[in-house]
């Protein structure tokens, strides 16, 4: 790219660099653990600036679930499609959660940032708890797309959802994830392969 091209890009608004912030800190560190005065300081804006766009990190929290659920939802459908060049019907899966898990996709894997905010502060905050269940519903409809059509494909794509939400959590708390990768992989053939 030359000079000229990279200069009409115009520079993030304080808005976007407060929720990029945001969104890489509480991905990385956690709701709670990351204070506003951390936020404010990371994005370079003064306090009146930060509270103008986020009136309380309430705001910040579910305007981070937003950003994170459009860009995971659309690297996910994007390596399904991609994988599913090779891999048949839901055994995509196993080559799009090795992406992520292995930090190909979207940084460093931290798990999932909606069950990691739902235990942070879903009793705290039901704004976060709701979000999640939209998370979860787009992801599950995504992998239903996957399957052929069958009077048990919607039953089939729910328990693979829950599948791959477990093989999130073991790949999270584990030093390899190849173990839940493997136990993903059986999962999918058991439910999915017919003889």
Request: aromatic letters at 8%.
């Amino acid at each position: 790219m030359n000079k000229k091209t990279d200069a009409s890009v115009s520079p993030p608004s304080a808005r976007e660099r407060i929720l990029r912030t945001a969104h890489d800190l509480f991905y990385a560190d956690g709701l709670r653990a990351t204070g506003i005065d951390r936020v404010i300081a990371d994005a370079g804006v003064t306090k009146v600036t930060f509270y103008r766009h986020f009136p309380s990190k309430n705001d910040l929290i579910l305007a981070y679930l937003t950003l994170r659920h459009e860009r995971w939802m659309g690297w996910f459908t994007e390596a399904l499609a991609r994988h599913g060049e090779t891999s048949k019907g839901a055994h995509a899966l196993i080559p799009v959660m090795k992406e992520w898990f292995g930090g190909k996709a979207l940084g460093d894997f931290r798990g999932c940032a909606f069950l990691n905010g739902v235990t942070e502060m879903g009793p705290v905050m039901p704004a976060v708890v709701e979000a999640t269940r939209q998370h979860k519903q787009q992801m599950t409809d995504a992998i239903e797309a996957l399957l052929p059509p069958s009077g048990r494909r919607k039953k089939i794509a729910e328990a693979l959802s829950t599948a791959v939400d477990g093989a999130i959590v073991h790949a999270q708390y584990s030093r390899e994830s190849m173990p839940a990768l493997k136990a993903l992989q059986l999962i999918v053939e058991k439910l999915t392969d017919t003889d």
